[in-house]
């Protein structure tokens, strides 16, 4: 009797079996009082499949049973963890080709690519707790501050706990990252490039292993004590996945038995020509059983907070990155199947897991965070890119500019309820010739640093979840690389660690204030003072909660390395407000209204100011971002 039985079968063909890693690859059991690993592969349309094993000998074939709706199965007595094989499919076009398991749970680590037997439930877990207080309902309460990681290139070295290529292990990662994380304060981490890839180059993005993470950082319980490490530590974990689309390498899914199986069959839909990928293929019901599994393979089996789906616009539109594209059924651009698939993704995890998914997504249309039974797609959230380039594009002009063009760093806020957002300053602002964030504006380095503190103090405070990207919380210089470390001796260097020491206390404001992460899709929750002060570049408003100002904090950001002596700032209440937070905090001698070490209490007076009835007095420095608290007593 097979593993794949005719249950599994019924389901995987029906689209709906999100557990099919559980029968499907390789996996170590016994038969008749015999160990071994019985392998499960699909091909329908293969003339034949056999298997090679380093114990059996990487020469002689073991040929595998096909049974019914194209499943191939063999077990092999005395293969088991640890032991690297490989399937030779002999297509439906006659060609033989040597492949990889898809659902292999590990990988030989680049350039060699065969498949690893992996045990999957060796590893120990101790983050009970942790798992214990996880709630994806409750995600939008909560604060979330996302550290983007890509582990390549996070730290590298050739000594000690490093191999040949400057990789550390998963498990020093883990130690490493806990300790960075807790000192600078932030709630989760993103993981870039885990799915098993090939290219170095790609990032992570032109996956081969939708179920093996990458061999360059160890072995899967290497992962597996990494997340723990975290989760104890009470740290989230999102990982980058891409169900959209994937490289055409000769022994991974491309053709996989002679056919286009797992992409489409339509040449107008199987290829993005740009990434020069694949397009899976997601009308086939197999498919989004293999993609939603690997969905579900990765939060049960490793534990994962949540997923980052990447490049969803590519999901949309039938007509993305191609010039030559077949309309859907009523003649329009939108992918409906894609659309569909990702419905019943979000759907299928956020009832049926611990995790959550988030949208990478570029394009305009509605409802990417709607629930389903709305007509929305159901994602948990979704990355503001029309946030992060409208303030960037901003943030390039020189400051004397800024004023004919300050509508870019307020419209934001008009659109910052539609959907449930993250703010990114991601991996991909600092690469490819954009320059890294302290070099995005003009002028010279101590504005740029000033400058970059008020952009961090603007997105802390602007409605959304946020994320940073490595190396960006201490201004690195250059130009991320992936086949670099970061410069982390710039931590030590005198504005680089001021820029460091601003992003490790607003991380701890933004916690503080409930009103500042308690993200909802009501707009009462940002109130504006005055968002028409071009001529001083200069913006202020309230974040609040939405009945009353218990717990409001107004911000004000000046994005001019002018000086504004005794500003005028309208408030709603009387009262002593105070300072809580400046930009200025973290230099030499502390910060104030005006002058170092000042009184951080203001006194509302009653006289007109912004169209309200109190005002503020505050005297702004150039490039300066003060925080400052509502009175306690409300009125």
Same mark, same amino acid.
């Given at each position: #009797?097979?593993?794949?039985?005719?249950?599994?079968?019924?389901?995987?063909?029906?689209?709906?079996?999100?557990?099919?890693?559980?029968?499907?690859?390789?996996?170590?059991?016994?038969?008749?009082?015999?160990?071994?690993?019985?392998?499960?592969?699909?091909?329908?349309?293969?003339?034949?499949?056999?298997?090679?094993?380093?114990?059996?000998?990487?020469?002689? =074939?073991?040929?595998? =049973?096909?049974?019914?709706?194209?499943?191939?199965?063999?077990?092999?007595?005395?293969?088991?963890?640890? %032991?690297?094989?490989?399937?030779?499919?002999?297509?439906?076009?006659?060609?033989? /080709?040597?492949?990889?398991?898809?659902?292999?749970?590990?990988?030989?680590?680049?350039?060699?690519?065969?498949?690893?037997? $992996?045990?999957?439930?060796?590893?120990?877990?101790?983050?009970?707790?942790?798992?214990?207080?996880?709630?994806?309902?409750?995600?939008?309460?909560?604060?979330?501050?996302?550290?983007?990681?890509?582990?390549?290139?996070?730290?590298?070295?050739?000594?000690?706990?490093?191999?040949?290529?400057?990789?550390?292990?998963?498990?020093?990662?883990?130690?490493?990252?806990?300790?960075?994380?807790?000192?600078?304060?932030?709630?989760?981490?993103?993981?870039?490039?885990?799915?098993?890839?090939?290219?170095?180059?790609?990032?992570?993005?032109?996956?081969?292993?939708?179920?093996?993470?990458?061999?360059?950082?160890?072995?899967?319980?290497?992962?597996?004590?990494?997340?723990?490490?975290?989760?104890?530590?009470?740290?989230?974990?999102?990982?980058?996945?891409?169900?959209?689309?994937?490289?055409?390498?000769?022994?991974?899914?491309?053709?996989?038995?002679?056919?286009?199986?797992?992409?489409?069959?339509?040449?107008?839909?199987?290829?993005?020509?740009?990434?020069?990928?694949?397009?899976?293929?997601?009308?086939?019901?197999?498919?989004?059983?293999?993609?939603? $599994?690997?969905?579900?393979?990765?939060?049960?089996?490793?534990?994962?907070?949540?997923?980052?789906?990447?490049?969803?616009?590519? #999901?949309?539109?039938? !007509?993305?990155?191609?010039?030559?594209?077949?309309?859907?059924?009523?003649?329009?651009?939108?992918?409906?199947?894609? #659309?569909?698939?990702?419905?019943?993704?979000?759907?299928?995890?956020?009832?049926?897991?611990?995790?959550?998914?988030?949208?990478?997504?570029?394009?305009?249309?509605?409802?990417?965070?709607?629930?389903?039974?709305?007509?929305?797609?159901?994602?948990?959230?979704?990355?503001?890119?029309?946030?992060?380039?409208?303030?960037?594009?901003?943030?390039?002009? %020189?400051?004397?500019?800024?004023?004919?063009?300050?509508?870019?760093?307020?419209?934001?806020?008009?659109?910052?309820?539609?959907?449930?957002?993250?703010?990114?300053?991601?991996?991909?602002?600092?690469?490819?010739?954009?320059?890294?964030?302290?070099?995005?504006?003009?002028?010279?380095?101590?504005?740029?640093?000033?400058?970059?503190?008020?952009?961090?103090?603007?997105?802390?405070?602007?409605?959304?979840?946020?994320?940073?990207? #490595?190396?960006?919380?201490?201004?690195?210089?250059?130009?991320?690389?992936?086949?670099?470390?970061?410069?982390?001796?710039?931590?030590?260097?005198?504005?680089? /660690? %001021?820029?460091?020491?601003?992003?490790?206390?607003?991380?701890?404001?933004?916690?503080?204030?409930?009103?500042?992460?308690?993200?909802?899709?009501?707009?009462?929750?940002?109130?504006?003072?005055? /968002? !028409?002060? $071009?001529?001083?570049?200069?913006?202020?408003?309230?974040?609040?909660?939405?009945?009353?100002?218990?717990?409001?904090?107004?911000?004000?950001?000046?994005?001019?390395?002018?000086?504004?002596?005794?500003?005028?700032?309208?408030?709603?209440?009387?009262?002593?407000?105070?300072?809580?937070?400046?930009?200025?905090?973290?230099?030499?001698?502390?910060?104030?209204?005006?002058?170092?070490?000042?009184?951080?209490?203001?006194?509302?007076?009653?006289?007109?100011?912004?169209?309200?009835?109190?005002?503020?007095?505050?005297?702004?420095?150039?490039?300066?971002?003060?925080?400052?608290?509502?009175?306690?007593?409300?009125?």
């Amino acid at each position: #009797m097979g593993l794949f039985t005719d249950y599994d079968s019924f389901l995987f063909h029906q689209g709906t079996n999100y557990e099919t890693y559980k029968k499907m690859g390789a996996h170590i059991v016994e038969e008749n009082g015999v160990w071994g690993t019985r392998f499960v592969v699909w091909a329908p349309n293969a003339q034949s499949v056999t298997l090679i094993t380093a114990p059996t000998g990487w020469e002689n =074939e073991q040929w595998m =049973e096909r049974t019914d709706n194209g499943v191939w199965e063999r077990f092999l007595p005395g293969v088991g963890d640890g %032991d690297a094989y490989r399937y030779l499919v002999t297509g439906a076009d006659g060609v033989k /080709r040597w492949k990889g398991d898809p659902y292999a749970f590990r990988c030989e680590k680049r350039p060699d690519n065969a498949s690893i037997v $992996s045990n999957l439930y060796n590893y120990q877990w101790g983050d009970g707790e942790y798992q214990s207080r996880r709630d994806n309902t409750k995600v939008l309460e909560k604060p979330m501050t996302i550290y983007e990681c890509h582990l390549g290139s996070w730290k590298k070295g050739f000594q000690g706990d490093w191999d040949k290529d400057g990789f550390m292990n998963y498990r020093l990662l883990g130690d490493q990252l806990v300790e960075y994380l807790g000192y600078m304060g932030y709630t989760h981490v993103e993981l870039m490039g885990i799915c098993e890839y090939p290219f170095d180059l790609s990032w992570g993005y032109q996956v081969t292993g939708y179920f093996a993470p990458t061999s360059r950082y160890g072995t899967p319980d290497d992962f597996r004590y990494l997340v723990d490490k975290l989760h104890r530590a009470g740290y989230g974990v999102i990982l980058d996945w891409v169900p959209a689309h994937f490289p055409k390498d000769e022994f991974a899914l491309g053709n996989f038995d002679g056919t286009p199986l797992y992409e489409s069959t339509d040449p107008l839909r199987r290829e993005f020509p740009q990434w020069g990928t694949y397009a899976f293929d997601h009308t086939k019901p197999e498919v989004r059983s293999f993609l939603i $599994s690997s969905a579900f393979y990765w939060i049960n089996e490793f534990h994962l907070d949540a997923l980052r789906v990447d490049a969803v616009a590519s #999901m949309l539109y039938n !007509n993305y990155d191609r010039a030559e594209w077949r309309p859907n059924m009523f003649g329009g651009n939108m992918n409906l199947e894609g #659309m569909d698939f990702m419905r019943q993704l979000n759907n299928e995890v956020h009832s049926k897991t611990t995790g959550y998914v988030i949208a990478e997504d570029s394009s305009p249309e509605w409802g990417i965070t709607e629930d389903t039974s709305k007509g929305g797609l159901g994602f948990k959230l979704k990355w503001n890119m029309g946030w992060m380039n409208d303030t960037l594009r901003y943030i390039a002009l %020189d400051p004397i500019y800024r004023k004919w063009h300050h509508g870019q760093l307020t419209h934001t806020a008009d659109y910052a309820f539609s959907e449930n957002y993250v703010l990114v300053l991601s991996h991909d602002e600092v690469v490819y010739g954009k320059h890294s964030m302290v070099e995005k504006a003009p002028g010279k380095i101590e504005d740029r640093f000033g400058g970059l503190k008020t952009l961090y103090t603007y997105q802390f405070t602007h409605p959304g979840k946020k994320l940073l990207f #490595m190396g960006q919380d201490f201004a690195q210089d250059r130009e991320w690389t992936v086949m670099e470390s970061l410069d982390w001796h710039l931590t030590n260097e005198f504005g680089h /660690r %001021d820029v460091m020491l601003t992003v490790q206390k607003l991380l701890g404001i933004y916690k503080q204030f409930p009103v500042l992460y308690s993200d909802s899709k009501n707009p009462t929750t940002f109130e504006w003072i005055n /968002r !028409n002060d $071009s001529w001083a570049n200069t913006i202020s408003y309230i974040r609040r909660n939405p009945w009353n100002y218990n717990g409001a904090v107004l911000v004000i950001c000046n994005f001019s390395p002018m000086e504004h002596h005794d500003y005028c700032i309208g408030v709603p209440l009387p009262g002593a407000y105070e300072r809580v937070f400046s930009t200025f905090d973290t230099l030499p001698g502390g910060g104030g209204p005006g002058e170092v070490g000042g009184d951080p209490m203001l006194q509302a007076t009653k006289e007109e100011c912004d169209g309200r009835e109190y005002r503020l007095t505050y005297s702004l420095r150039g490039f300066e971002s003060v925080i400052i608290k509502f009175p306690e007593a409300q009125q």
